[in-house]
C-alpha cells in the first residue's frame, strides 16, 4: 500500500498541485455576485456580536491561558504532516488502511515529540498537542482514548497498588498497547450474559481464560484488530467449580516484538464501519488461553494461592469505570457537534436563495433548529464541567463511608446514563439538521458533515444503548421519588444534586395549572421556567408511578419513562447554567457581554424544553393550549433574537478552519472557490474512467 | 486499478476462500444456546402471522405474476457477476473507483441481454431483470434513472415530435448517454436565479452556451462525472439581447468515440460522497459552446430562424418533469427503506437481551417504532399506485381544456411535492431508529443500513429541498381553503382529490371539541378517524391563515406550515388506504388474510397520525388531555397487538437474503456465524498491519 499522505514538498504532492493549477487554468472561475457577497456577509455577521468573541473563546477553552495553549497547539499541529492531513490530500478522503496508518502515526508522533530536544516542548505544551490532535480526527481521539483512558482507568479504577505500579508506566509510553474487552458478538447491555470465562487452576496458580462458542468473540474492541498488544477482558470467573461473578483481566494479545498473536489468542479486524475509518476495532478468541493469577484486577476484590474469593463490597464498583467512559462521549459532543454547527452556521449565513435573496439562516427552519443547538453547546459545555467537579468527589471516596458513597455512585451512574443518554440522541438530531441546512452540499464529503455523521453514529448505542440507560436514570428518578412521598426520605448532598428538586415533591405536585398568564414572564426570571419544568417532571413522574403501582409493566412504560428521563436531564442543564449565568449568582470575575450572551442563552434553553417538552405539560392538564401556543411564539421569537448572534457564538468555539475541514464553513465566508479547489484535488477528477474503453466505449460507438 | 470482484471461480477469489477456511480453522465457532435459539425464534415468528405470507408478497409486488417475474428476475441476477458482487467479495466493502466500474459494467450488462440469444429473454423479462439490479443496487437505480428516466423525460416531456424522433432511439439503445443538468454551484431551489446563459446567434443559427462564473457551474449533475455524452441542461435564454426565461437544450458533453471532453466543455466528477459510491455525480461549464437552435427543447416554446421566439402557455409546464421525479423518489422509500426495516425486523426477533432474555423486538422502544414504519410502507405502496394513476391523466392532459389542465396540475404538483417531504424526512426517522434497533451491529458496513443512510441522504434535500417543497403544499392548501371560505369555490376533479377535505371546511371549522368519549372508536371505525384528522388539518390552516391576515409573514409560519403540509400527506395515505382496505370498498377480489392485515395496519397508521400530530389537535383546542392519553395508550396498545405479525408483513416484501445483504438479517435467523463470516473476508482481517514495523514496534519494543 502506498500512504499517498506527505507533506507537499514531496515529488507527488508537487506534480497533484500542477496538475490541479493546470484543469483551473481551462475554468472560468470569475466571481458572481453571489460568491462576492458572501465574506462580505460573513463579516457583517461577525460584526453584529454583541460581545467580545475572544472572550467567549476564553470562556470555552477555559480560560484565557487554556485558551493560548490550545492555540499554540492548534498552530503546532497544522503543518506537521504526521498529526495533520497537507494540502492537496484530504484528510475526508482516505480509504481504511490509510486511515488506520494515518490515525497510528499520529499516536507515534505525540510519543516522539518529548525525544525532540530541538522542540523544546513542556509536559503541558505536548498534552495539549494530543488534545488539539482529538479535536481535528475523531478517530484518533478515540483511538489514542481506548488505550490512555478506558485501559488505563480499567488499571487503576479497578486494580490494586502492585497491579496499578507495575503497569502504569508502561502504558505510559506505550510499551503495551491495551484496549479493553467487555462487549462480545452476542452480549452488550446485558453484561450478566457474557460468555467468556476464566478458570482458575490451582495447580498452576494460572487463570485459563476460554471463549467458548461463536457468540462468546470479545467484538468491536477497539484497537484490538490490528494494534493494542494487551488488553483488559471482563469474563466469568470460576474458582473450585463455582462462578463467583465478573472480574477484570489483564490478557496479551500480540507479541510486542513482531505484533504476531499470542499463542491460545484469535484476534482481527473487524473490517469496515460507517465511521471511524482509522480505529482498528477487533474481535478476539481466547482458547484455553492461562494467565497468572495476578493478572485479575484486584482493588475491589482478592484471591489466594489457595482459592479464596473475596467478593466486591457491591457489585457495582466493578463497572465504575463506565461513569467517565460516559462522561468522556458527553464530551465528545462538545467537540464534535459544535463542528457540525459552525459548518451549518457559516454556510446559512452566506449562502442566499429565494425570492429576495435571503440568507437561508433568515428562515425560520433554519433559525430555530440551530440556534437551540448553539445554545445546547453551551449549556453541556457549563454541566459537563459541574459533573466533573462532582466526579473527583466520588473517585476521592475510598475513604467515604460505603452509605453515602453508594448515593454518590446512584446520582453519577443515573446522571452520567441520562446525560450520555441526552446528548446522544439531541446531537444525532443536530447533526441531521446541520446536514439538512446545507442543502446537497452536505453530501459532499469534502464538506465534512457526513464524516462527522459516520463518527458520530456510534454514540447511541455505544457506550450503553440510550435507551436502556435512560430506563436506568428513570429508574433512580422513580426510586428517588418514592422514597420522598412513602418514607419523606431523601439523601444529603454535599452539592446540588440533579434530583433536588424531588426534595420538593409534594409542593410542584399540588400545582395543577400554571399560574402564569403571560408566558413572557418566562424571559426575565429563571425560577418561574424551573419552577414549571420540576412541575412537570415531578408529575410525569408520579403519573408512571401510579401506573406502575396499578399494573402497567415497566416495558408498557418505556417510552414515556425515556422521555422523562430526557427531559430531567434538559432541566438539569438548565438548572446548572441558570445558577452559572443569573447576574446574581454568576462569578463576578465573567466579563458582562459574556455573562450576559450566556444569559440569554440559558433563557433560550429553557423556552426550548418548555416547547419541546410541552405536550408533557399538556398530557397532566398543568399547561393550557392558550400557554403552549404562547410558548411556541415566544420560543420562535426569542430564537429569532439571537438569529443575529449566530457567528459570533460559533465563533466562540474557537476552531480554525483546518480543523473544520469544509470549505463551505471558511471563516472568511469566502467558499465557492475553495469548494470548488477540493473538488478538483479527488484523485482523477477530470480523467476519462478506466472503464471507457470496456463499458461506454461498446455502448456510445456502437454505430460508427 | 484492480477490480476484484469476479466470479468465484476465479483464481483469486478461489485463494481468498481459502484463507477464509484457514482462519476458521483456528476459531471456536461452536454454538451456544443464543446461537442455536435465533433460528427457531425466527421459525415461530414466521408462523404467527394472520395471514398467507406469500399472498401479501403478490399485493406487494403487484399481482402473482409481477411476483413471479421478479422472483424469476432474482434468481437469474444473483448468480450473475456483472450484476451482482459474488462472494466473498461483499457489495458493501467497494472503493469508490470500483464501485463506479461495477455498477457501469451493469448497465452494460442489461444492454447485452437481449443480445444473448441463448439466453432468450423477453423484453418484458430484461425490464424486470433491470428492475431487479435496481432494488440490487441503489447506485445502479439512480445512474440508471439519471439516464432512462430523467433524460428521457425531458426530452418527451419538454421536446416537439422531431426532437423525440431524433433522440428516442439513440437513449433506448444508449448510443447517448443523457443527463440532467439543472442545479448550478450557486443555485438549487431558486430556479430563477440559474446563471447559465444561452444567447441566440442569429448570424449562425446558433446558441452560445456559456457558465460566466464560478457560480454558474453545473453541479451534482449524476453521470456528469464520467460517463455521459450528452445532457439536457437549463439555461436563461437570451435572444436579441433580451432574456426570455429559462429553456432546455440538448448539448454534447463528450466524445461517443472516446469519452474526451468535447471542446467548449469542461467536466469532472464530484468526488467522495456520503452515499451512491458507483454513481459519478459531476459538475460541467460552459465556454462559449455552440449548438444548433434545433437543440432547444420545443414542445411548449419555439424559435424561428429570425429569432422570434413563443413562450410556453405557462411557465410551471417547463419544470413538469419534477413531478414524475418526485415521484419516483418516493417509489425508492418503498424500495430502499423497507430493506433496512426488513433488517432491524428480523434482528430485532432473534436477539434476546435483558432480565429475561426477551427478544428486543418485545420491547416497547422497538415495536412502537418499527410496527408504524412497517405500517408506513403499505401505506405509502398503495398511494403511490394511485398517484401514479392520477399522474396518468395529467400526462395524458394534452387535450384538456387549459383550467382544467392547470387545475389538476396545481392538485400534482402539491400532492408531488408534499409526498416527497413526508417520506423523505419520515424515512430519514425510520432509518435512524433502524440503526439504532440494530445496536452496535449497525455500525458494521456489513450490515447494510450504513450504506442505506448514506444511499438516502441525498433524498431529504436532493428533488427540492423538503422544507421548500412542504411549504409549497401549504400555500397550495392555504389557496384552496381561502377558495373555499371567502368564494365557496373548489374545483371538480373527476378523482378523489387529496384537498377534497376543504370543500367540506365549514363543517369541520364547527366542531369544536372532539365529540368521541371513547378513543378506542377509533379501531373499528375509519370515518371517525378520518373525521378528527381533517377537522385538526382545516382548523390548523384556518389558524394559520388568520395569522397570515394579522401580519404575521409566511416567514413567521413556516414551520407550522411545513407542519401541517406533512399531516396533510399523512392524512392523504390514510385516506387512500381507508378505501382501499375497507371491507365494504376492497376489492372483492382481494385475498380475505391480506384484506384483514392491510386493514389493521392502516387501522394503525390511523392512531399513528393522530398520536404525531395530538399536539396540532390540542393547540386548537380540539382534543383534551385525557383523550390525548387515550390516544397514546390505544397507539402504543395497537402497535402491540401487531407486533408478532412483524415477521409476515416483512417477508411480505419479498427480499432474497443476497438483496438484503445483512447477515443480521438471514431469513433463517441464523445470523452470528453468517455475521463473522462477512467480517473475516474483509481484506487483511488477521493479518499484522503493513505499518507495524514503522509505527508499532518502536514503541512496544523500545526497552527490548
Known sequence: MTIPLKDSSDPSAKAALARLEQIKGQLNLKSSAMSLQAPKDMTTERAAADFDIKKLEWLWAGGEDA??????????????????????RNFLEMSRPEAREFAMGQIYRTTQLSKDKALNLTKQQIDSIVWATNIYSETFSMRFFVHASLFRNAVNMLGNKNQQDKWNTKIEN?????????????????LRDIETTATYDIATDEFVLESPTVTSSKWWIGMAGQTATHTVAIAQTIIHGKNVGLNWFIVQLRSQTDGSLMPNVVAGDIGQKVGHLGLDNGWIQFHRNRIPRKNMLSRWVSLDRHGNFSPPPNPAVMYATLIPERLSLVLVTTQLISQAIVIATRYGVVRRQGAKNEQIMDYQSHYVKLVPAISFMYMVKTAQKDLDEQFSILTAGGNMDPATYLNYMGEMHAMAACFKGLTGWYSSEILEDCRRACGGHAYSSYNAIGSIIGDWGVMTTGGGD????????????????EQKLKFNQYPKFSFKSPTQYINY??????NTKWNVSDVSQCLGNFSVVEGALCTILVKRLNSIQKNLESGMTHNDVLLESVRVAEMHCAVFLFSTNAAAYHKSTADPALDKGVLSIMNRLTVLWGLHILYKYSDQGFKEGFLSPEQIKDIEYIYFDYCKSLRSQVIGLTDGFGYPDFIIKAPIAKYDGDIYQAYFDSILQAPGSVDIPPYHEKYIKPLTNQLK
Not at 440510550?466 to 421519588?481: D, G, K, M, P
Not at 415533591?505 to 399540588?510: F, K, R, V
Open 67 to 88: 485558551y493560548n495553549l490550545l492555540n499554540f497547539s492548534y498552530n503546532f499541529i497544522k503543518n506537521d504532516p504526521e498529526l495533520v492531513v497537507q494540502p492537496p
Open 174 to 190: 506505550l510499551e503495551v498497547i491495551g484496549c479493553f474487552a467487555m462487549t462480545e458478538l452476542g452480549h452488550s447491555s446485558a
Open 466 to 481: 440510550n435507551v436502556v440507560l435512560l430506563q436506568q436514570a428513570a429508574r433512580h428518578l422513580l426510586f428517588r421519588l
Open 505 to 510: 415533591a409534594e409542593e410542584y405536585l399540588g
